[in-house]
């Protein structure tokens, strides 16, 4: 301490050493310096040892301080890169899902400025990605779309419009059409945080789904024509419209036979004949007239300007004449007809109920009628179409309680006056109006189809009663369209023949041009199937047909009966002798046998005896009776040619 003192004199005197001087050896680091405070003098001395000590510690402090954040600063660079990285791939990623969408997509700022504008939208309107992109604004983008032609309208208009609707708060929707037709929707929606989306879909194909589907619900599929709904929409327009003094008609038409075309030829076949059916009734339509398909073969018209039932009477004929025009189809030649129904507003209804069931009514008169023809509706078709009903009713009753008989008309031979055979028909006794004529059933059994049952009765009875005849005489069946189009005749013919006993060729099954006509080849196969059996084939009603010499070409008939027509007008000066006389000669040249039908008087006996025909059928000789009278008369006309013998 003393030594310190004396430095610290020598310090005051001015002597250097105390600036280079040791304690102890020990370097003072720090000068003395002057308060002038009370003439003191301050010295503060540090140790050199001391001070490196501390320096050396405040260094490592600040090099690890410094470490840390080097190493802080390095890890946030290397986050903020990661992070840069993820933001660019989740862009990227964004972008590609936004280009990808069906749907184009804009989507503006509160300026109306792109924010992002895909690539889907700028393929819809043919647009630059020049221009279609960030920072444009909505107007010169619609101006871009008019100037390539996506846009007719008033650009400045439009886009106030979406502006003013989107700052309210309010979606907007809207149509618009793209280059090549495309139908365009475009959906502005308001976004809270300021600006919108718009979302531009391509509706072209939902749209023509949506007009095929309206058109559907309106058109009937396969003719194009008005449907039911759109037939009567049509009819209460012009039900309204009717002035004082004119007249609406509406005509119901009905394809005769359709059904039987349909069985027999396919049902390719038949929409084929539907579809020439529709072209042709377009054809026979006046300006403001309307042609509808109501179903299956059901058609109707309205005819909006008839001034008389002579207007519709033309037209009904035009249609008779376009629709007998013969149809080919596949290799088929088709012909067809119709039965029409007529009803007249106002004289025969003015609400569209009453006029649709009176010209319903007017149809099934002329079905009754004998199809091929029409009819305008009267009062009494109503109670008439009742009957009708009734007896249908009864019928179907009938064939389950088994009301019904088969008679048999013997056939005379003409060269002998022996019978060679009978021809079994079918007879209903009814149990309140008695027998009821086959003229009345008859059609009502084909309209319904009930004819194919009632047909299989009579063949089965028929085969079991001749089996118990002379073993000479024949058995003639009437053959229906409809069993004829059925594929298992031949069997169902087999089988009435194993069940009863009978001979194959004591069977004559009957058939008519009609059969023939629908599809002759199908026919000539069932026909060759029989005649394998062994039954005999007989021609009916020959001549009241199209193409009877043609037929007799194709297929070896044994028989051809001559229309019941022909022989009671066969006296008369005309033509009807001459077409008897060469029948004959037909058959005769091919080996047939004739049967002329409707014989009643002995003069027309001895006239076809002259010409040559094989036999006769008729009330001169004997009607229709049933089988114990039949019994009765074979045997004694068996009896009386024993006798001559």
Same mark, same amino acid.
């Given at each position: !301490? ?26 003072? /680091? ?142 907007? &929707? ?139 009477? &033309? ?28 009803? /007249? ?47 249908? !009713?009864?019928? &179907? ?70 089996? &118990? ?22 069997? @169902? ?91 004959? @000669? ?20 001895? !006239? ?7 036999? !006769? ?29």
């Amino acid at each position: !301490m003393r030594r310190l003192r004396t430095r610290f004199d020598r310090f005051l005197r001015g002597d250097d050493d105390w600036r280079a001087g040791a304690v102890d050896s020990a370097e003072i /680091m720090t000068p003395p310096k002057w308060l002038g405070v009370c003439g003191l003098v301050a010295a503060a001395a540090i140790l050199t040892c001391v001070a490196l000590a501390t320096l050396s510690l405040r260094e490592g402090v600040l090099l690890a301080v410094a470490a840390i954040l080097a190493l802080t600063v390095c890890l946030l660079l290397m986050r903020h890169q990661r992070i840069n990285r993820t933001l660019t791939a989740e862009q990227r990623q964004l972008r590609v899902a936004v280009n990808n969408i069906p749907q184009g997509l804009v989507l503006y700022d509160a300026s109306a400025r792109i924010i992002v504008c895909n690539q889907p939208y700028l393929e819809m309107f043919g647009l630059s990605p020049d221009i279609a992109k960030q920072g444009c604004t909505m107007r010169r983008l619609i101006e871009h779309r008019k100037e390539t032609g996506s846009f007719d309208g008033d650009v400045e208009a439009f886009c106030s419009a979406i502006i003013r609707s989107m700052s309210l708060g309010k979606p907007t &929707r809207q149509l618009t059409e793209a280059p090549g037709g495309r139908a365009i929707e475009i959906v502005n929606k308001p976004l809270k945080s300021g600006g919108w989306v718009a979302t531009i879909e391509d509706i072209t194909e939902r749209k023509r789904a949506e007009e095929k589907i309206a058109h559907l619900a309106h058109y009937d599929a396969l003719t194009d024509l008005p449907n039911r709904v759109l037939f009567h929409e049509k009819l209460e327009q012009a039900l309204k419209a009717i002035q004082p003094g004119g007249q609406v008609a509406v005509l119901y038409i009905d394809i005769d036979e359709f059904k039987s075309i349909n069985d027999a030829l396919g049902h390719a076949i038949g929409d084929e004949l539907l579809k020439a059916v529709a072209a042709r009734l377009r054809d026979c339509l006046g300006e403001t007239d309307v042609a509808a398909r109501l179903g299956g073969d059901e058609f109707a018209i309205i005819q909006t300007a008839a001034k008389s039932p002579v207007e519709t009477t &033309r037209l009904v004929e035009a249609i008779h004449a376009a629709i007998r025009q013969p149809l080919e189809c596949a290799g088929h030649l088709i012909t067809s007809d119709a039965s029409v129904g007529i009803a /007249m507003a106002p004289d025969d209804g003015v609400h569209l109920d009453q006029l649709l069931k009176n010209a319903d009514l007017a149809l099934y008169g002329a079905k009754g009628d004998g199809r091929r023809t029409y009819r305008f509706f009267e009062p009494g078709m109503d109670a008439r179409a009742k009957a009708r009903r009734t007896l249908e !009713m009864e019928l &179907r009753q009938a064939i389950g309680d088994g009301g019904f008989e088969v008679y048999y008309q013997p056939l005379l031979d003409l060269r002998d006056d022996s019978i060679s055979g009978c021809e079994a028909l079918l007879r209903w006794r009814h149990p309140v109006r008695g027998m009821i004529s086959p003229a009345e059933f008859i059609p009502v059994a084909e309209e319904t189809g009930l004819i194919g049952e009632l047909g299989q009765l009579v063949l089965n009875t028929a085969c079991l009663e001749a089996a &118990r005849w002379p073993d000479n005489t024949r058995i003639a069946v009437n053959v229906s369209p409809v069993q004829f189009r059925s594929q298992t005749l031949a069997l @169902n013919v087999a089988g009435a023949l194993a069940a009863s006993g009978l001979a194959a060729s004591r069977l004559e099954l009957e058939i008519t041009e009609a059969v023939l006509m629908r599809d002759d080849e199908a026919a000539l196969a069932t026909l060759h199937q029989l005649r394998a059996i062994g039954v005999r084939i007989a021609l009916d009603d020959f001549g009241t047909g199209y193409s009877s010499l043609s037929y007799l070409q194709r297929f070896p008939f044994d028989k051809i009966k001559i229309d019941r027509s022909f022989i009671k007008s066969i006296a008369d000066e005309g033509s009807s002798s001459t077409i008897v006389e060469a029948v004959v @000669n037909i058959a005769a040249a091919s080996n047939m046998t004739t049967t002329a039908e409707g014989v009643e008087q002995e003069w027309q006996r001895e !006239m076809l005896r002259k010409l040559g025909c094989t036999e !006769m059928q008729g009330f001169l000789f004997s009607p229709a009776i049933p089988a114990a009278e039949i019994r009765r008369l074979l045997m004694s006309h068996q009896g009386r040619a024993v006798s001559a013998a």
